[in-house]
């Protein structure tokens, strides 16, 4: 198995919704409620140092949603495999797992309720930045996190309060891994990772309060969140405890966007070895992260404004993206990721170019996949050539 799995990766106040990947909306409308759709993408990876250079496919996936005046719905599901980064499986859909699946009510335009597999409200929503790798914040398992259980939103003026329950994370797809997830969740260690270890988290609380406000020519939102859950080690049987706290803003002044966020991850194991370190996973692998540490995130964007060659190209964002965690253990190495990047329309594709920079990252340059999270990689700054091509459905 390549133990450098790298991530294709991927609702709530119209503000927080400033700061999303804004992908072609092209589904086929079954009914005046249903859409169905999908995408199939392609990817290029370029990592001179490691002598990688591929274009395949990356990921095929299907959609559904459905809203009503009362009743709404949303269901996502992935396919992986035979290509780069999972050229160790012998075909397409060796790899597999849900992303989405949850059903909900609508009390009023205000007020909804969301029962199943859905993302928990925590720090900025959807994403922790403008990037289609995503950050830090998502292998630490706080970033673009589905799981099982309820979800209230509701919307009063300025304020939006999202408060959910997990009883659990998302149920295992399809891989060679234990780590067989959409989201980066607490996982059972493979074989190959060095102290790892054996925790299911569940009862899993959470809580986001945000308000918008004008802030001179900066539309923007702050926002505070909190989580806490039970971390069950299956080894000692053994309860610990998972916390976290984050604080967030994001602002838009005309074209220029603006994303700050910095969160506080405490966790307690009960491991039958070290406690300084959670096995976490997803995506086909296993690998561990610090019990504790801080994680910074800073993103600032551009939208250019209209179209190009003949009209066909549209949507362009430009955008760079920093963050790190910051280990509280004194020989644990911070990781950094940064990335620069452009996103844009052609025609009917979607199309990502990010520059991705990395340092103990466990996704990027060829650093320890296992433990640049944990006590940390080869601590030498890497880069690579990410492009990513999807035709949405």
């Known amino acids: 198995m390549n133990l450098n799995t790298t991530r294709a990766l991927r609702s709530l106040t119209p503000l927080a919704l400033l700061g999303a990947l804004s992908t072609p909306a092209m589904?086929?409308?079954?009914?005046?409620?249903?859409?169905?759709?999908?995408?199939?993408?392609?990817?290029?990876?370029?990592?001179?140092?490691?002598?990688?250079?591929?274009?395949?496919?990356?990921?095929?996936?299907?959609?559904?949603?459905?809203?009503?005046?009362?009743?709404?719905?949303?269901?996502?599901?992935?396919?992986?495999?035979?290509?780069?980064?999972?050229?160790?499986?012998?075909?397409?859909?060796?790899?597999?797992?849900?992303?989405?699946?949850?059903?909900?009510?609508?009390?009023?335009?205000?007020?909804?309720?969301?029962?199943?597999?859905?993302?928990?409200?925590?720090?900025?929503?959807?994403?922790?930045?403008s990037t289609f790798y995503e950050t830090l914040g998502n292998v630490v398992g706080l970033e673009d996190v589905e799981q099982v259980g309820a979800k209230y939103i509701q919307q009063s003026g300025d304020w939006n309060l999202q408060a959910g329950f997990y009883l659990r994370p998302a149920l295992q797809g399809r891989g060679t891994s234990n780590g067989d997830t959409y989201s980066t969740v607490v996982s059972r260690a493979?074989?190959?990772?060095?102290?790892?270890?054996?925790?299911?988290?569940?009862?899993?609380?959470?809580?986001?309060?945000?308000?918008?406000?004008?802030?001179?020519?900066?539309?923007?939102?702050?926002?505070?969140?909190?989580?806490?859950?039970?971390?069950?080690?299956?080894?000692?049987?053994?309860?610990?405890?998972?916390?976290?706290?984050?604080?967030?803003?994001?602002?838009?002044?005309?074209?220029?966007?603006?994303?700050?966020?910095?969160?506080?991850?405490?966790?307690?194991?009960?491991?039958?070895?070290?406690?300084?370190?959670?096995?976490?996973?997803?995506?086909?692998?296993?690998?561990?992260?610090?019990?504790?540490?801080?994680?910074?995130?800073?993103?600032?964007?551009?939208?250019?404004?209209?179209?190009?060659?003949?009209?066909?190209?549209?949507?362009?964002?430009l955008y760079a993206n920093y963050s790190a965690f910051d280990k509280s253990a004194d020989d644990f190495k911070t990781s950094q990721r940064l990335i620069l990047g452009t996103s844009f329309s052609v025609s009917k594709f979607w199309v990502a170019t990010e520059w991705l920079i990395g340092k103990n990252d466990p996704y990027i340059g060829g650093s320890s996949y296992t433990q640049s999270l944990a006590a940390g990689g080869t601590d030498l700054w890497k880069n690579q050539l990410y492009v990513n091509i999807g035709y949405y459905f």
């Open 27 to 129: 589904a086929i409308q079954v009914t005046d409620n249903l859409d169905i759709g999908g995408a199939v993408r392609y990817r290029w990876d370029y990592a001179p140092d490691r002598d990688i250079q591929k274009f395949d496919f990356d990921t095929a996936f299907l959609t559904a949603k459905y809203n009503s005046d009362t009743w709404i719905a949303a269901a996502k599901y992935r396919f992986y495999g035979r290509s780069y980064p999972y050229q160790y499986t012998d075909r397409i859909g060796a790899v597999q797992f849900a992303e989405t699946a949850w059903v909900g009510y609508k009390f009023n335009p205000d007020q909804q309720v969301q029962v199943g597999l859905n993302q928990i409200p925590f720090g900025l929503q959807p994403y922790f930045g």
């Open 190 to 317: 493979d074989s190959y990772v060095t102290d790892g270890s054996n925790n299911q988290e569940h009862n899993t609380a959470v809580v986001r309060l945000a308000k918008a406000m004008q802030l001179g020519n900066w539309k923007s939102e702050v926002g505070i969140s909190g989580l806490t859950s039970t971390l069950e080690n299956r080894d000692t049987r053994e309860d610990g405890r998972r916390n976290a706290v984050a604080i967030h803003y994001l602002g838009k002044d005309g074209p220029w966007g603006l994303q700050l966020q910095a969160a506080r991850q405490q966790m307690s194991p009960r491991n039958p070895g070290s406690n300084e370190v959670v096995t976490f996973g997803g995506y086909d692998g296993t690998f561990n992260v610090a019990s504790r540490g801080n994680l910074y995130v800073a993103d600032l964007s551009y939208d250019v404004d209209g179209k190009y060659l003949l009209d066909q190209i549209s949507g362009i964002k």
